[in-house]
């Protein structure tokens, strides 16, 4: 049992489970190194939507929503970090309590509700940090022979999504928050996603379907690539409750809409196969499970999607838990992997272990 584990059992099990977030996320950033050496762990770079990943591990969204920590959390190791989901307006999501560990299941119950700053918060956010690394690159062209400044810039996903005031069922309404978005954020996005897929925004996983799909990611694209004057690699995260037909369905779409990727899976509202008593669970209420017990469905959509377009960049997230979850993804078929959950019972020497550890 490692120190992290003790100190997870037997005081941040004790604490409410965002106090406890916010404490942990707020050491990570105080901690962090004044700059991220890259971390050489047996996994190669990998080359996917035109971006090079120093390897195949990233940080889902949910854990940064407004991007204060980027830097920090990729210096511990992932390859990639995603922040959000941001919302055009800022929000408070909803009432607490909203997060809740299930520790028999290392799994995660929460329905936060895109709590986030915004996206001209977050935009303004951003714009500081391309600052500050662009005026350390120059520092580094200047020092030449000074390998403290030999460092890289983290890719980096913007995960979007729909404010809550915005009526589900005003299309017009949705694109033009949605092209808000896209327009503050596009430009500092390695790759933008399209967030369709949390239960925990009224109406917002019926943008799922195909038809009203198509026209809100052609909107992003069209938005996205004007305000960065450049193309942005762009994703859409699905849920695992979609049925088979459904997820066939949104891999036709992203080949006929020349998507760059697919993010499977978001959260569950299923609670099947749980070891926590069912009391326990019901007694916290509605919102998105996540840990382990997701991971077969997660497989099972990840496998289904590559079987219908091998050239597709797929990222698995859902139930990533250790190295052997890294190594079975990716023999899956997955292009990259995120991990959420397995990160908050793992502690900050996860991301390291999991990409160094044999996967056997």
Not at 50 to 61: D, I, K, M, V
Not at 281 to 301: F, K, N
Request: overall charge positive; hydrophobic content about 40%; proline content about 6%.
């Amino acid at each position: 049992m490692t120190a992290y584990d003790l100190l997870f059992r037997g005081v941040l099990t004790r604490m409410d489970a965002e106090r406890a977030h916010d404490l942990g996320f707020r050491a990570i950033r105080t901690g962090r190194p004044a700059a991220r050496a890259v971390i050489r762990t047996p996994h190669r770079p990998v080359e996917a939507m035109g971006l090079s990943f120093p390897n195949p591990l990233g940080l889902a969204a949910g854990f940064d929503k407004n991007a204060v920590g980027i830097d920090a959390l990729a210096a511990l190791g992932f390859g990639f970090v995603e922040v959000g989901t941001v919302t055009g307006l800022a929000q408070p999501g909803n009432p607490r309590p909203r997060l809740f560990r299930l520790p028999e299941d290392h799994a995660v119950v929460n329905r936060m509700g895109f709590n986030n700053d915004g996206a001209e918060a977050v935009a303004r956010r951003l714009e500081r940090r391309a600052r500050s690394l662009d005026r350390r690159d120059r520092r580094s062209r200047v020092n030449l022979h000074d390998t403290r400044h030999h460092t890289a810039r983290p890719v980096l996903g913007i995960n979007i999504g729909k404010s809550r005031v915005v009526p589900d069922d005003d299309q017009r309404a949705v694109l033009d928050d949605y092209a808000f978005s896209a327009r503050q954020l596009a430009p500092y996005a390695d790759y933008l996603v399209v967030n369709v897929s949390s239960p925990n925004t009224p109406g917002l996983r019926s943008l799922q379907a195909v038809d009203r799909l198509a026209p809100l990611v052609d909107e992003v694209r069209r938005v996205a690539d004007d305000a960065a004057n450049r193309p942005i690699p762009l994703c859409v995260k699905i849920a695992p409750d979609l049925a088979d037909e459904d997820v066939v369905a949104v891999a036709e779409l992203a080949r006929d809409r020349g998507l760059e990727g697919l993010i499977a899976t978001n959260t569950t509202i299923s609670r099947a196969g749980l070891r926590t008593p069912t009391s326990e669970v019901e007694a916290l209420g509605a919102g998105g499970l996540s840990g382990p017990v997701l991971r077969q469905r997660s497989i099972e959509v990840l496998r289904l999607l590559r079987s219908r377009d091998r050239d597709l960049t797929i990222i698995s997230v859902g139930g990533v838990a250790n190295s052997h979850d890294l190594a079975e993804r990716l023999k899956a078929g997955a292009t990259l992997v995120q991990a959420y959950t397995g990160f908050v019972y793992g502690g900050p020497l996860w991301p390291r272990r999991v990409l160094r550890e044999p996967t056997g």
